[in-house]
Structure formats: C-alpha cells, structure tokens
C-alpha cells in the first residue's frame, strides 16, 4: 500500500460512520443497531486492510487511532456536559483501544497506547 495507512483508513471509515451518525440522532437507528453497523463496519475495514497485506495488529491499530480521531468532536461534546477535562475521556478511550488490541492481537498494551496516541496526535484535532 503507497499511502501511509491512516491516509487511507480515515476517509474509508469517515463517510459510513458520520451516515450512521445521522441515522442515530434523526431515531432512524436505535443504540444497539448503530453498534452493530459501526461494529460490522470496522470488521470489513480489518479484511480489507488484511487483503491488501497489513499485518492484523497494524490494521488494529490504526482503525483504533481513526476511530479516535473521528470520536475527538463527540468527546469534546461529552466531556463539556461532564465537567470534565477532554484530556479525561481521550485517554479513557485510548485505553479502552489499547486494552482491546493487547487482548485481541497479543500485542504489548503499552505498545498499542504508545503506537495509537503517536497517531491520534498526528492526526488528530
């Protein structure tokens, strides 16, 4: 693949997600139906990436940092009505993802948190 991956993995998660974003808050889709599609979504993302030769933990990781990267404006949202620090709930969320690539791609946690907050910080707002 010539493009760095998180060029190619932003905008191919970006479209479906912000869709099924706007089904949600138009009550076009209830919670359990959004998760299922994002999650279905994120699936197919990982096979494709994994058809094109990108290892699973790399493919992991940065659909990982992408989802981070498009969630920044609804943590920002989230973090007002909770009074707290946006800095709070981004590395909650960034240790949910690393918790979740530790378990399901044996890699370090450490090294997921590391790998996905260097990409989130480059990429991120």
Do not use: C
């Not at 949202?77 to 709070?88: T, W």
């Amino acid at each position: 693949m010539g493009k760095p991956l998180m060029k190619v993995v932003l905008p191919r998660l970006a479209r479906p997600l912000y869709r099924h974003l706007e089904l949600l808050q138009n009550g076009k889709l209830d919670e359990e139906a959004f998760t299922a599609k994002i999650e279905a979504m994120l699936q197919r993302q990982h096979a494709w990436l994994s058809r094109r030769g990108i290892a699973a933990a790399r493919a992991a990781v940065a659909i990982h940092a992408a989802v981070l990267v498009l969630s920044q404006p609804g943590l920002r949202a989230e973090a007002a009505e909770a009074g707290l620090p946006l800095e709070v709930l981004e590395n909650r969320a960034l240790r949910e993802a690393a918790a979740d690539i530790a378990t399901s791609y044996g890699m370090p946690q450490a090294s997921a948190a590391d790998a996905l907050a260097r990409l989130v910080a480059k990429h991120g707002e």
